[in-house]
Each structure stands twice: as structure tokens, then as C-alpha cells.
């Protein structure tokens, strides 16, 4: 399995941006699509983002669409999550995941992080 570490996330303003990092080891993941997910306390984890393994094709929750940019550097083994025009409603944990297939749509999930916290004030 592919271990997959977080960072990044932090307190910020609302209408700040943040840039979270996931950064893999253990496996090369150019082979595997990835997703950013969150969870905010009492609400089930959500995927906010997902990415092919070459990176062609994206997919966005309809609550972050024209916000967020996932993107991944296959060379670094890492992938990225640019978030701008934060909303208080975006706090959540972050978690970075690799799934099992090149595809985000057909793939289980393989690994998880340990998630970063992200908070947003108003």
C-alpha cells in the first residue's frame, strides 16, 4: 500500500486561500487516481475532489466546484489541493486518498492520510 501524509491546512479567513500538499511513499502513484475528502465533526467524509492517475480528468463536489483545483506532480509523488474563497462551511479535516484503479470513478479506495485540519472564521 501507498502511505500518504498531509499538510498544509491551517486557520484562515474567510474569502483566504489555503494550499494543501499530500505526499506519498511506498508506492509510485502515478499509477492511481486520487481524492481530497473532508469531514467536519458529525457529518459523514465526503470526497470534495478526485483525479486520474495522468491527471486528465477531474471531478469536484458541486459545494467547491469553481473554488478548488486538485492537481498532482506525478515526479514529486504528490498531490495538491488549491483552495480559494474559503467559506466557513469548507472547516473540516482534510484527508488524501489513493485509489485502487487509474480511474476515481470505478477504484476503491486504497490508502488514506491522517488528515490535516482545516479552519475557516468568519
Known amino acids: 500500500q501507498v502511505q500518504l501524509v498531509e499538510s498544509g491546512g491551517g486557520l484562515v479567513q474567510a474569502g483566504g486561500s489555503l494550499r494543501l500538499s499530500c505526499a506519498a511513499s511506498?508506492?509510485?502513484?502515478?499509477?492511481?487516481?486520487m481524492g481530497w475528502f473532508r469531514q467536519a465533526p458529525g457529518k459523514e467524509r465526503d470526497r470534495v475532489a478526485a483525479i486520474t492517475s495522468s491527471g486528465g480528468s477531474t471531478h469536484y463536489a458541486d459545494a467547491v466546484k469553481g473554488r478548488f483545483t486538485i492537481s498532482r506532480d506525478n515526479a514529486k509523488n504528490t498531490v495538491y489541493l488549491q483552495m480559494n474563497s474559503l467559506k466557513p462551511e469548507d472547516t473540516a479535516v482534510y484527508y488524501c486518498?489513493?485509489?485502487?484503479?487509474?480511474?476515481?470513478?470505478?477504484?476503491?479506495?486504497?490508502?488514506w492520510g491522517q488528515g490535516t485540519q482545516v479552519t475557516v472564521s468568519s
Open positions: 511506498g508506492r509510485i502513484i502515478s499509477s492511481y487516481a
Open positions: 486518498a489513493a485509489y485502487w484503479s487509474i480511474l476515481y470513478s470505478v477504484g476503491s479506495i486504497m490508502s
